[in-house]
């Protein structure tokens, strides 16, 4: 377990629900991952994510879906790519990554609270 955070450190993270709209292979990666374009809604828009989720998901089968990501982290750099959002996942058994998502469609944009 890492330290303990107050709830007021835990409301300072952004976390949104969005729709994956687009999926690209990112050969430059150095470890296999994809270029997403994730919707989270009229108050967010598209914004771009690079995810290491080749393991467990195709990109036909991720378009559509919805995920969880850090909308409110620095836009960081990864290779030729600019990733503006942290798409989360959990590792399964095998140490690859499998992603969080809602039980049920959720409108776009929802908070995690």
């Known amino acids: 377990m890492t330290d303990q955070v107050t709830f007021?450190?835990?409301?300072k993270l952004d976390i949104r629900v969005g729709t994956i709209c687009e999926v690209n292979p990112f050969p430059e990666a150095r470890k296999p991952?994809?270029?997403?374009?994730i919707d989270f809604g009229d108050e967010l828009g598209i914004k771009k994510s690079s995810a290491q989720i080749t393991a467990n998901y195709?990109?036909?089968?991720?378009v559509g879906k919805q995920v969880m990501a850090v909308v409110n982290?620095?836009?960081r750099q990864?290779?030729?790519f600019m990733s503006e959002v942290l798409t989360l996942g959990v590792p399964d058994?095998?140490?690859e990554v499998a992603l969080i998502a809602p039980?049920?469609?959720?409108p776009k944009g929802g908070r995690l609270y």
């Open 8 to 11: 007021d450190d835990f409301l």
């Open 33 to 37: 991952a994809y270029k997403l374009l």
């Open 58 to 62: 195709q990109p036909a089968d991720l």
């Open 73 to 75: 982290f620095p836009p």
């Open 78 to 80: 990864i290779g030729p």
């Open 93 to 95: 058994a095998t140490g």
């Open 103 to 106: 039980t049920c469609d959720v």
